[in-house]
């Protein structure tokens, strides 16, 4: 599966169902070249628009239970 298709997934927390955001990054390990995360930016907010820092949340590998066609479901995250 290519970056760019994974890119394109919501995330989706399991237990509460409310949508984490979009893949927008990968953190990799240096030595084995494994994805060890996910960088997710976070859903904007009404009025949002206006700042320009993005938030952004680390979805670790372990925390991911299932890529779907659409979505990819993880734990819930803290």
Do not use: C, H, N
Not at 1 to 8: A, E, G, I, K, P
Not at 21 to 30: L, N, Q, R
């Amino acid at each position: 599966m290519r970056f760019s298709d994974v890119q394109q997934k919501e995330i989706i927390e399991a237990g509460s169902g409310r949508f984490i955001g979009y893949i927008i990054d990968a953190e990799v390990d240096e030595k084995s070249g494994d994805i060890v995360a996910f960088l997710v930016s976070e859903p904007k907010k009404f009025m949002s628009f206006m700042q320009s820092d993005e938030q952004v949340r680390k979805v670790l590998i372990s925390d991911v239970l299932v890529v779907g066609k659409d979505v990819i479901l993880v734990r819930e995250l803290v």
